[in-house]
């Protein structure tokens, strides 16, 4: 699976929209891009998932750019429950889904 | 609410003693994994199994065994507890191996080996 990577840390107001980058440069064809995030002392929560197409779900929206070598996840109006570290994992169906070391994001009152 | 259980939420052990960390999914999923999460260093996967009475290595087996001898269960087996193995141990399940759907994880045992 090819390997990404996030910024370490960001912060967000709250309120505003939280935009988390992830470069994935050496993406191949059948290889999905997914969405986790684990807020403080609890188990990895999936958010979102895509291979081609933008999606959008009830909890964010992920961009994935034309030539798939980089995408973002939009939380559209952040708030303080937000704070977590979100994973960005590029993986073949069939393999086993390893995690990185995140971005944590900070949403700010 | 689809769930992943996790027997226990702490747990102390002592150095030598043999522990079993033990994960029930109620969604019917085939896939089933153990990570172990540390400071600094993410979520490793330890080992995973794809269906009843298999199960593959991940990328830290040494010092553990797993069992699965039903679909919704999968144990974490600690042979002889070190204090190297104070983590937090997370369970994930998920559909079939050809699936693009995500994981679901458990919400941790945090064990501390004394």
């Known amino acids: 699976d090819a390997k990404t990577t996030q910024p370490t840390s960001m912060d967000c107001a709250e309120g505003r929209a939280a935009n988390l980058p992830c470069n994935h440069s050496t993406i191949s064809g059948n290889e999905y891009v997914y969405w986790y995030r684990q807020i403080h002392s609890q188990g990895p929560q999936y958010i979102i998932h895509g291979l081609k197409n933008n999606e959008t779900n009830e909890m964010a929206s992920l961009i994935i750019t034309e030539d798939r070598k980089s995408s973002t996840l939009i939380l559209p109006h952040a708030t303080l429950r937000d704070t977590a570290v979100y994973y960005c994992?590029?993986?073949?169906?069939?393999?086993?889904?390893?995690f990185g070391a995140g971005t944590r994001l900070t949403v700010k009152p | 609410d689809v769930k992943v259980t996790q027997s226990s939420r702490y747990l102390v052990k002592r150095t030598g003693e043999k522990v079993f960390l033990e994960c029930v999914q109620d969604?019917?999923?085939?896939?089933m994994f153990w990570y172990r999460q540390d400071p600094g260093l993410g979520l490793r996967l330890i080992y995973f199994?794809?269906?009843?009475?298999?199960?593959e290595k991940g990328d830290i087996p040494e010092g553990y065994s797993v069992s699965r001898e039903k679909k919704e269960r999968f144990s974490l087996i600690l042979e002889s507890a070190s204090t190297n193995q104070t983590s937090m141990y997370l369970c994930?399940?998920?559909?079939?191996?050809?699936?693009?759907?995500?994981?679901?994880f458990g919400s941790g045992t945090r064990l501390t080996v004394v």
């Open positions: 969604m019917d999923h085939e896939n």
């Open positions: 199994s794809y269906d009843v009475k298999m199960k």
């Open positions: 994930a399940s998920s559909w079939g191996a050809y699936s693009s759907y995500g994981y679901t």
């Open positions: 994992i590029v993986r073949v169906d069939g393999n086993d889904m390893r």
